[in-house]
């Protein structure tokens, strides 16, 4: 099974991939954490994309494409993968078709501003292993600190209020279009996100099966 969870930031691909690649045995390739990580280990990759990163920008195409053929090219991903995050832009999405990967389905994850800003303005991440938590959805037992790994639990700098609205915004004009590239490929089925995580959890297996 190879998948791409297209979706605005915050809509829960991240936290409903999770649950999808334990299902099935998959590999979770989020653009999002590679990048996070480069910054983290402090890479010539990490240092060109953390200005883009910190104001909500998207980190240019080069980068990313790079990034994740990269990524692509490990023996872990002939189990199936599913792509959270990327691709963002059609260029990054043409890329991936001349690099001759098949995808075999797209899933769009849907929902209102309203809830999207509800969840991200909530939403806390692990310093240590990038599990996702939200203050009133999803809280983790003891507050500040991961359930998993005990790592620090904090406010990603892009998911401040000055920065969510430009990666609104972002996704509107940039990665929205991607609905119809899809849709026109007949590759995409779309999912109300606006639910709670089991009931979206359900939805896409349904879909899925
Ligand atoms: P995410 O964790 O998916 O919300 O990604 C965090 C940030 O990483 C984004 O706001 C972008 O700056 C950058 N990023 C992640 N994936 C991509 C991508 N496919 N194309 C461009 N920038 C990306």
Request: with cysteine; charged share 30%; aromatic share 4%.
């Amino acid at each position: 099974m190879k998948l791409i969870f297209l979706g605005a930031p915050g809509v829960g691909k991240g936290t409903i991939a999770k649950r999808v690649v334990k299902k099935y045995g998959l590999v979770q390739i989020s653009t999002g954490d590679l990048l996070r990580e480069a910054v983290k280990r402090g890479t010539e990759l990490g240092h060109k994309a953390k200005k883009f990163m910190d104001a909500g920008d998207l980190v240019p195409d080069d980068l990313i494409i790079d990034m994740l053929k990269e990524r692509l090219s490990h023996d872990d991903c002939s189990k199936g993968f599913i792509l959270d995050g990327f691709p963002r832009t059609i260029p990054q999405a043409e890329a991936l078709e001349n690099s001759g990967v098949v995808i075999d389905k797209v899933l769009e994850l849907a929902a209102s501003h309203d809830v999207i800003i509800q969840r991200l303005s909530g939403r806390r991440t692990c310093t240590q292993c990038q599990a996702i938590f939200h203050i009133t959805n999803m809280p983790s037992k003891q507050e500040g600190v991961c359930d998993k790994c005990n790592g620090e639990l904090i406010q990603r700098d892009d998911d401040r209020p000055e920065a969510i609205q430009n990666r609104l915004q972002i996704y509107e004009t940039q990665t929205k279009p991607l609905v119809e590239f899809y849709t026109a490929k007949d590759m995409l089925i779309s999912i109300d996100a606006g639910k709670s995580v089991d009931k979206v959890f359900k939805d896409t297996i349904e879909a899925l099966e």
